[in-house]
């Protein structure tokens, strides 16, 4: 009993000298030290202008795209996180023959978080937008109509450079020219971005919603973009897709220069 009861204050004791030894050592710990993956001053600027030119339903488009701020998903990445967007006020405006210039699409704020879950962190993918762009309800009738909309889910990456994301997405729309002056909606939304090179990066976006209060009707569009730096503040932007709205679809395809300022 008694060597029981002393093992204790002897490993105790043992303890306390070592620690007692090591204090008189003359050895300095090393200073921690954080630096960003990417120094603010090394990625784009905040505002981004966009020229571009492409097809829409059969016509040919002229764009401009105004942002003042901040950073797109295919924006060339500040850190190593693919999957962020943050952007205020974002002005689109399109020439066509049959339409003339007019605004297409008025961002007032969209936000996006796809953090990837692994085996010791698990959180939430987001995303949030208001604004208000224009849609075919026929196909002569495209009226500004005026969306809140977000979603959640999760992401993961499977192997390195590459992002998948799955969000659930709901949708509320308020026009007059709805039927009872609204619509709300809900449906599935998945993903890839991928990154080959650091001056290359590709977003393939698949989402549909359904409208099953106020004006019936379905919406849904299928997205492949790439975007190729050329320096840090200038980019080319590819865009090819199909966009469904009001149970009709059209396809569409775009190139435009970014420039960041």
Do not use: C
Request: hydrophobic fraction near 40%; glycine fraction near 8%.
């Amino acid at each position: 009993k008694r060597r029981r009861s002393e093992a204790p204050y002897a490993l105790d004791t043992h303890l306390d000298d070592l620690l007692a030894t090591r204090s008189h050592l003359d050895v300095s710990t090393p200073a921690l030290s954080f630096a960003p993956n990417s120094a603010p001053e090394n990625s784009h600027r905040p505002a981004r202008i966009a020229f571009g030119m492409g097809r829409s339903d059969s016509q040919v488009i002229e764009e401009i795209r105004l942002r003042p701020g901040y950073h797109d998903v295919l924006d060339p990445d500040v850190d190593d996180d693919m999957g962020r967007k943050i952007t205020l006020f974002d002005v689109h405006a399109r020439h066509s023959a049959n339409d003339g210039l007019r605004l297409e699409r008025f961002t007032i704020v969209d936000i996006v978080s796809l953090p990837p879950r692994d085996a010791l962190l698990q959180p939430f993918s987001w995303h949030v937008n208001v604004g208000e762009s224009r849609q075919a309800i026929t196909p002569n009738n495209r009226p500004l109509i005026f969306d809140i909309g977000g979603g959640v889910g999760g992401s993961f990456t499977p192997i390195s450079a590459v992002l998948l994301y799955g969000l659930v997405d709901t949708a509320v729309d308020v026009s007059h020219e709805l039927q009872d002056s609204y619509a709300i909606g809900v449906g599935p939304h998945l993903g890839l971005i991928f990154l080959p090179m650091e001056s290359w990066k590709v977003q393939f976006d698949a989402r549909t919603l359904r409208f099953s209060l106020g004006h019936e009707h379905e919406n849904g569009e299928l997205l492949l973009a790439q975007r190729w730096a050329l320096s840090r503040q200038n980019a080319l932007q590819w865009e090819l897709g199909r966009r469904r709205e009001f149970g009709r679809g059209y396809p569409f395809s775009a190139l435009f220069w970014n420039v960041y300022f």
